[in-house]
Each structure stands twice: as C-alpha cells, then as structure tokens.
C-alpha cells in the first residue's frame, strides 16, 4: 500500500511511477497513442479511414461509459472500505480479549500470558495468510500438538477460535475464569469469527465476469471509434486528446479491477501483513508479554511513503 499526505501534490506526482498499475496504465496508454498515430496519417496524410461518425454518436456512447464507470469504480470501492472496516474491528476485538484475559489472570501465570498472546496473535497473522493462499506457519507461536493441528485444519483462523475457546473452558473448570467471564470473552470470538467470514466472503465474491467483460469491451471500442471521429476536427491533435481519455477511462477500470480484491500484494491494496504485526505487538504489551525487538519492527510500515 501507498500512505500519502494528499494536500502535497508534488511529491505525490514524484512517487507516481511507484504503482505497478500506473507503470502498465502508461504501457496501455502509449499503444492507444501508436494506434491514434496510425489514423492520423491514414487519415490526414494519406485520406484513408475517413469514417464519418458524428459527434452526437460518441457523446452518447461517452455517457453510457461514464456511468458504467462510475458504478464500477463505486462497488470496487464498497469492497475495499468494507475490508478496511473490518479490519480496524478485528484491532478492537484482539485488544479486547487480551485486555479481558489481562485482567482475569493471575499477575504470576506468566507461562498462561504468554500461551494466549501467542494464540491471539496467531489469528490474524493466519487470516491475512488464509487470504493470500499463503500461510505462513512458521511465523505462527503454538506448542507442538497445537500446531500439529493447524497444520491439518481446513480453516487456520477459525480452528485457532476453537483452540481459545478450548481453552478457556479449561480455565473456567479449575474455576480461574466463572461463566460470566466467558459471557464477556464470547463478545470478542464472534467478532474476530464474524472478521473472518467477511473477509473470505469479500475475496470470493469477485464483480461477475459478464459485467467485468463487458466493460472492458465497452471501452475498447469506445477508444477504437474516438479517434476516427475526432481526426477530421483536431488533425494530430487528435493523439494527445485521445491518449488523455484513454488514460481516464482505463485508469478507472484497472484501478477498480486493483482495489476490488483488498487482501493481495498490489500496492494499493490493504496493508493487512502490517496491521497483523501491530495487532501481535499490543496484544503482547497489554497481556504483559516480553516480544523480541525484531518481531516489533515488523509492525513498522514496510510500504512505500510520500513524505
């Protein structure tokens, strides 16, 4: 992901090249400029391809693209915010319980603080690997037979909520936790289960394939007819004024296509392998949890800035 102080235009342009979608935008863009070259000639030079196409025609079509658009850019959006939303819940929920189990134990239960900080921290390092078809096991904390069972679980996340929930039952019979204490707790295992289905429900729910092709069609043919209607007009010009709204249109449409699935690698996409680190680091300090400083540090943001 790409953080950015929005009111400095300048060194936000600066960082422009950053963004592997910019870099394959401009690619896109440049070919639509070849082929407007191409009609030019054609066209000026040579009076080849003059197809009379009136304005009118390629306003309407320009409409109807625009308000594709719009709705496009809008639901990939929704998804994206929705993922963010979620997210910052998840933060809550994992403070929560470790402040519940923080002050239910015992000050002493240093080897129990250190068992539920490792596993509530396990979650979210498992759900944004989960989400990414890649997780990672050696980065999670358990003991043997724990992870032996992680290992052979069809969802890492939600067998890590069973393993809490286990636990604490465990707690409550030698009467360190009352049921009231797990009436408290179970606010947060569904909140954090709750995360869970949202996330895969966003991430296996992409925009359908006839409306994303249709789009995509929309606009090829849209910026195949513009500059055959703009040539007689503008001349050479025509090129440049082409190239701008072919950088618009398909700018829109593969910033959609980026955002639309938040939990990847792209660089405007959510950066949920940080937001698992710094859930880790609290849920550690607020459970009185020595973490090494190398864990720490990959709390920090691992993404590029613009000052």
Not at 280 to 291: A, F, I, K, Q, T
């Amino acid at each position: 992901m790409i953080v950015y102080q929005g009111g400095d235009w300048w060194k936000a342009l600066w960082h422009f090249h950053t963004s592997e979608v910019i870099r394959l935008l401009l690619k896109r863009v440049a070919l639509v400029g070849l082929y407007g070259i191409a009609v030019a000639i054609s066209s000026v030079k040579f009076h080849m391809m003059n197809v009379h196409i009136g304005r009118d025609y390629l306003s309407i079509l320009g409409i109807l693209l625009s308000l594709l658009l719009v709705f496009r850019t809008n639901t990939a959006y929704d998804r994206y915010y929705e993922g963010r939303k979620v997210w910052g819940q998840l933060v809550s929920h994992c403070r929560g319980l470790a402040m519940e189990i923080n002050a239910l134990l015992p000050k002493e239960a240093h080897s129990s603080r250190r068992y539920f900080a490792a596993l509530i921290s396990n979650f979210p390092l498992a759900l944004q690997g989960n989400l990414r078809n890649n997780i990672r096991f050696d980065k999670l904390e358990a003991t043997p037979d724990i992870m032996e069972r992680l290992r052979a679980a069809e969802n890492v996340p939600s067998t890590i909520i069973a393993v809490l929930m286990e636990s604490m039952e465990q707690l409550r019979k030698v009467e360190i936790f009352d049921p009231t204490h797990l009436l408290n707790i179970k606010h947060h295992y569904l909140g954090m289960m709750a995360t869970n289905g949202t996330c895969e429900r966003i991430k296996a729910t992409p925009i359908p394939y006839s409306y994303s092709f249709f789009i995509k069609c929309y606009i090829t043919i849209f910026i195949l007819i513009m500059p055959l209607v703009l040539v007689e007009s503008c001349g050479y010009w025509m090129i440049p004024i082409t190239m701008i709204g072919a950088y618009a249109m398909l700018g829109l449409e593969m910033i959609g296509n980026e955002i639309e699935n938040p939990f990847g690698y792209d660089s405007n996409d959510l950066p949920i392998t940080q937001l698992s680190n710094k859930i880790r680091v609290s849920v550690h300090d607020l459970l009185g949890v020595e973490l090494p400083a190398e864990k720490k540090a990959l709390a920090v943001v691992p993404y590029s800035i613009v000052h």
